[in-house]
């Protein structure tokens, strides 16, 4: 029995710059996508809001 839709499901795209991801870098085309993605959580841009105080002595340079 043939599931109803059959078709091949949409290619990935690297979550950086768009292109087609790799199944060796995945989800990125390239490992420069893959360190650029790093750097970025490393460098603190991929934050979640919360209601939560920051804790003391954490680091940042908003709380000095």
Known sequence: RMP???RDPPARR??????PA???HRPFCS???????LHRW???NYR???????EE???REEDR
């Open 31 to 37: 490992a420069r996508c893959a360190q650029v993605d």
């Open 4 to 6: 109803l839709d059959h």
């Open 48 to 54: 979640f809001a919360t209601d939560e105080p920051p």
């Open 14 to 19: 690297c979550a950086i710059c768009g292109k």
């Open 22 to 24: 790799s199944p060796r």
């Open 57 to 59: 002595g954490d680091g």
């Open 42 to 44: 490393l460098a603190g």
